[in-house]
């Protein structure tokens, strides 16, 4: 426990929604269970194994002590979440959480909520993923003419539309099978007023293919599935459905962005397929994580992909 408690120790006031401590990287021996997050005004701390009392007690007057020398004028809100055997148990700890809770990365807000469930309306550790798709969407030659279109699969609430549309995307769809989800993306638009030239579908991708095709093609695809839910998605048969598409939804030149978060699953399960079921998508470049996401073994951690469709070939001269 001593890594967290020294993270403790040293982590600046969080301005922005980020990750302060990760254990689940491997790098701290002892500390594998423990991550702690900042939603600001509110610090999350995770453990994926039961915990003693006597280790919260520890980590609270930790919190408390670092907190009256970072923010003396404020309270110390902060929350505790066990994950175990598939389930989780979580308690507000001291202070209290606003609602609704909005937080920001980057200058873009977001709706979250820490007090219920496992997923907490942004997932931190795709800010680099965020990043790549507003650059690319603010550099692309198209952005005025006839404009940026972007499809976003498993959108979630829709995180990645806000920013390619704060970056000058004309047009994003988002689909995922979670109606709740896509309502607080929609909130999230709102939010950061940009609530135009989005549209959501609360569909099963896979039965909606005829929807998705007839709103391309599309100048970037989004693809950031879950790993394994039963009932919707399982990477291992289902991802490859979707490599299959992207030929015929990508505009020439276009580009799409693969995410796996699977540690048991390495980037060869993503290249290996792609270079069978979509081989004429080159291969562009591995997007980063943020650097406090660091990973014993790379091949574990979150991947996050980048694939580019051909150009139209140039007609011959005659």
Same mark, same amino acid.
């Given at each position: 426990?001593?890594?967290? /408690?020294?993270?403790?120790?040293?982590?600046?006031? =969080?301005?922005?929604?980020?990750?302060?401590?990760?254990?689940?990287?491997?790098?701290?021996?002892?500390?594998?269970?423990?991550? /702690?997050?900042?939603?600001?005004?509110?610090?999350?701390?995770?453990?994926?194994?039961?915990?003693?009392?006597? %280790?919260?007690? @520890?980590?609270?007057?930790?919190?408390?002590?670092?907190?009256?020398?970072?923010?003396?004028?404020? @309270?110390?809100?902060?929350?505790?979440?066990?994950?175990?055997?598939? &389930?989780?148990?979580? &308690?507000?700890?001291?202070?209290?959480?606003?609602?609704?809770?909005?937080? @920001?990365? !980057?200058?873009?807000?977001?709706?979250?909520?820490?007090?219920?469930?496992?997923?907490?309306?942004?997932?931190?550790?795709?800010?680099?993923?965020?990043?790549?798709?507003?650059? $690319?969407?603010?550099?692309? =030659? %198209?952005?005025? &003419?006839?404009?940026?279109?972007?499809?976003?699969?498993?959108?979630?609430?829709?995180?990645?539309?806000?920013?390619?549309?704060?970056?000058?995307?004309?047009?994003?769809?988002?689909?995922?099978?979670?109606?709740?989800?896509?309502?607080?993306?929609?909130?999230?638009?709102?939010? !950061?007023?940009?609530?135009?030239?989005?549209?959501?579908?609360?569909?099963?991708?896979?039965?909606?293919?005829?929807?998705?095709?007839?709103?391309?093609?599309? $100048?970037?695809?989004?693809?950031?599935?879950?790993?394994?839910?039963?009932?919707?998605?399982?990477?291992?048969?289902?991802?490859?459905?979707?490599?299959?598409?992207?030929?015929?939804?990508?505009?020439?030149?276009? $580009?799409?962005?693969?995410?796996? !978060?699977?540690?048991?699953?390495?980037?060869?399960?993503?290249?290996?397929?792609?270079?069978?079921?979509? =081989? %004429?998508?080159?291969?562009?470049?591995?997007?980063? !994580?943020?650097?406090?996401?660091?990973?014993?073994?790379?091949?574990?951690?979150?991947?996050?992909?980048?694939?580019?469709? =051909?150009?139209?070939?140039?007609?011959?001269?005659?």
């Amino acid at each position: 426990m001593q890594a967290l /408690l020294q993270a403790i120790a040293t982590m600046e006031l =969080p301005i922005d929604a980020q990750r302060i401590f990760h254990g689940r990287g491997g790098l701290y021996p002892g500390c594998e269970h423990w991550v /702690l997050d900042a939603y600001a005004p509110v610090l999350l701390l995770t453990s994926f194994q039961p915990v003693a009392e006597e %280790e919260l007690a @520890t980590i609270g007057a930790a919190l408390e002590q670092r907190w009256q020398q970072i923010a003396p004028e404020q @309270t110390l809100n902060w929350v505790f979440q066990c994950r175990h055997e598939g &389930r989780s148990e979580t &308690r507000l700890m001291a202070g209290s959480v606003p609602d609704p809770h909005v937080v @920001t990365e !980057n200058g873009t807000r977001y709706r979250v909520h820490v007090l219920k469930g496992q997923n907490h309306g942004l997932f931190l550790d795709m800010a680099e993923g965020r990043r790549w798709v507003r650059e $690319h969407v603010a550099a692309h =030659p %198209e952005l005025d &003419r006839p404009g940026v279109k972007v499809l976003n699969l498993f959108a979630y609430t829709c995180a990645f539309s806000v920013v390619a549309r704060q970056a000058g995307a004309r047009q994003v769809l988002n689909l995922d099978m979670s109606q709740g989800a896509l309502t607080i993306g929609q909130q999230n638009h709102q939010l !950061n007023d940009i609530s135009d030239g989005a549209s959501f579908l609360a569909h099963d991708i896979f039965s909606t293919w005829g929807k998705i095709t007839r709103g391309g093609p599309y $100048h970037l695809i989004i693809i950031d599935p879950p790993s394994y839910q039963k009932g919707s998605f399982v990477a291992t048969k289902d991802y490859a459905k979707l490599m299959r598409r992207l030929p015929d939804l990508l505009r020439p030149g276009g $580009h799409a962005l693969l995410c796996l !978060n699977a540690p048991e699953l390495g980037l060869a399960f993503l290249q290996d397929q792609m270079q069978v079921l979509a =081989p %004429e998508l080159q291969f562009v470049e591995r997007v980063q !994580n943020p650097a406090v996401f660091a990973d014993v073994s790379p091949e574990c951690s979150l991947k996050v992909l980048v694939y580019r469709a =051909p150009e139209v070939d140039a007609p011959q001269a005659q």
